[in-house]
């Protein structure tokens, strides 16, 4: 169990926009579901304030990727991968700006191939040296974001959505159980915040079963992770290159 890991920026920006996002979306869960008078914010919230969120993602990646593709380019180091990397999300950035996913199986199954790509790698006990994979606390945001979910079962796409949620989910647990070197002081808060979340998701199931649009809401933390993954590269890159200086 390791607390005292080394404190890393990218870590509290990450762990904090996610718990204030998570908090944002539970309240007003909470509220639609207890509250006579709030009863419509949820459906308010996702015609508006989802996309905007989503919007503010699609920034953060776009303002990251120039910043590091910039940053690479003053270095006397020729990085072609990372270059390639960068100018790739930047073009995903504004194709999805321009031409939304928000209603896309594509787009949900990238996701899903990632997170259960990553987490069955931590499971098999792969080098944690890989820093291109994505961390545990980005595998944590994303098995929240599957969570939002209708769990009506009117199809086949709600089926294989459900039961990639919970392999997902039996994956991190036993990455939990087997590899706990994986998981610092950050990760255990996180996973804390995932599971009252899960709670509040299984409590409020009804305000999903009413409607199906709440994509918004779960893209706002399929795009905060891949923001956070970002960020992760980022730093790890940039840290590598200071030994070789």
Not at 64 to 88: D, E, H, N
Request: hydrophobic share 55%.
């Amino acid at each position: 169990m390791n607390f005292y890991q080394k404190i890393h920026t990218h870590k509290v920006v990450f762990s904090s926009l996610f718990f204030l996002l998570f908090l944002f979306n539970v309240e007003t869960l909470l509220l639609s579901h207890f509250s006579d008078d709030f009863s419509q914010l949820f459906f308010l919230f996702e015609n508006h304030v989802y996309d905007f969120i989503v919007k503010l993602d699609y920034l953060g990646l776009i303002g990251v990727s120039l910043i590091y593709l910039l940053v690479l380019i003053v270095k006397p180091f020729t990085l072609t991968r990372q270059k390639c990397a960068c100018v790739g999300i930047l073009c995903l950035s504004f194709y999805a700006w321009n031409f939304p996913v928000k209603d896309s199986l594509i787009a949900l199954y990238i996701f899903y191939f990632v997170l259960l790509a990553t987490l069955l790698w931590r499971f098999l006990g792969a080098s944690m040296k890989q820093s291109f994979l994505p961390s545990i606390n980005i595998c944590i945001v994303w098995i929240f974001a599957s969570s939002l979910q209708s769990f009506r079962f009117l199809s086949v796409s709600d089926c294989v959505d459900f039961s990639l949620f919970i392999l997902a989910l039996i994956l991190l647990i036993l990455v939990l159980i087997y590899h706990k070197r994986l998981f610092g002081l950050y990760e255990y808060a996180n996973t804390l915040i995932l599971i009252v979340g899960l709670s509040v998701v299984v409590l409020c199931s009804s305000m999903f079963i009413q409607t199906k649009e709440y994509y918004g809401m779960r893209l706002g933390f399929y795009f905060l992770g891949l923001l956070g993954w970002l960020l992760e590269y980022v730093h790890n890159t940039l840290r590598r290159l200071e030994h070789q200086i």
